[in-house]
Nanobody, 116 residues
Framework: QVQLVESGGGLVQAGGSLRLSCAAS????????MGWYRQAPGKQRELVAA???????NYADSVKGRFTISRDNAKNTVYLQMNSLKPEDTAVYYC??????????WGQGTQVTVSS
């Protein structure tokens, strides 16, 4: 059974930083594409960042230069370092793992709130 467990969300002032973690179990982690999505109230879920099994990354334009995605295959964990946070970054952040067959597994989400 595949499980993704996010942690690290919370309340932070604008300009602050948070680090999200997502621990995976139940599948060989190192071969999978990992990503972070977010969904703000009244908005569609959007891709924030993704990292391939080889370490290639891509980011939404809105977070480039502020967020960094990384992975530790030995710990089956993917991270999202978020710096210079803005109120518009407020959302529920979801970890996603895409299997080689293309199936997406989702975490339960963690709330990030940035106050102005």
């Amino acid at each position: 059974q595949v499980q993704l467990v996010e942690s690290g969300g919370g309340l932070v002032q604008a300009g602050g930083s948070l680090r999200l973690s997502c621990a995976a179990s139940g599948m060989i982690f190192s071969i999978n594409l990992m990503g972070w999505y977010r969904q703000a109230p009244g908005k569609q879920r959007e891709l924030v960042a993704a990292i391939s099994s080889g370490g290639s990354t891509n980011y939404a334009d809105s977070v480039k230069g502020r967020f960094t995605i990384s992975r530790d295959n030995a710990k089956n964990t993917v991270y999202l370092q978020m710096n210079s946070l803005k109120p518009e970054d407020t959302a529920v952040y979801y970890c996603v793992m895409r299997s080689p067959s293309g199936y997406d597994y989702w975490g339960q989400g963690t709330q990030v709130t940035v106050s102005s």
